[in-house]
């Protein structure tokens, strides 16, 4: 029924948005791995804080988002995160 068509997309963007923070969630926590596996190859925490600081100027990211737009739209963790990480880093 043609009728039906319109209540089908209102549910699949209804659910892409109960979805996409958990999806989110999971590639923040791979990309975190990532970023420690950098870490331990390159061995320099330095390097790693230089690279990210000039990525961000780069990009012109939003280094710190608020927790709403990272829990709803972040797939990446943030800049400062990544730097805070990168600092507490012990080989």
Do not use: Y
Not at 3 to 16: A, D, N, Y
Not at 26 to 43: K, T, V
Not at 46 to 61: F, P, V, W, Y
């Amino acid at each position: 029924d043609p009728r039906l068509v319109g209540w089908i997309i209102l549910l699949l963007i209804l659910g892409q948005w109960i979805v996409r923070p958990i999806e989110n969630q999971i590639s923040r926590i791979f990309e975190s791995q990532a970023d420690l596996r950098s870490l331990e190859l390159i061995e320099d925490p330095q390097l790693a804080i230089d690279c990210e600081k000039r990525m961000a100027i780069s990009n012109q990211s939003n280094v710190a988002p608020s927790p709403w737009n990272t829990w709803m739209f972040s797939t990446h963790p943030s800049s400062v995160q990544r730097i805070e990480r990168a600092t507490s880093w012990k080989p």
